[in-house]
């Protein structure tokens, strides 16, 4: 199984949005608006939405919003 997380995190590390779902095109969608959403400022500052796989749930954040 592939689970597709996507991550809003701030310059320090810290997740502040997470999503996580089996659907691949669902994920990208959601990994483009993640990065439509982040401010030219935020970018500079070192803010970066980032889209990664894992094999189980077990991996994927605790705090993250789960889709099936």
Do not use: Y
Request: contains cysteine; charged residues 25%; hydrophobic residues 35%.
């Amino acid at each position: 199984m592939t689970i597709w997380i996507n991550e809003q995190i701030d310059p320090s590390g810290m997740i502040h949005a997470c999503i996580a779902c089996c659907n691949q095109s669902q994920a990208q969608d959601c990994h483009e608006s993640f990065e439509q959403n982040l401010t030219k400022e935020q970018k500079a500052w070192g803010w970066e939405a980032r889209l990664r796989k894992v094999n189980s749930w077990d991996e994927v954040p605790v705090n993250a919003l789960k889709l099936d």
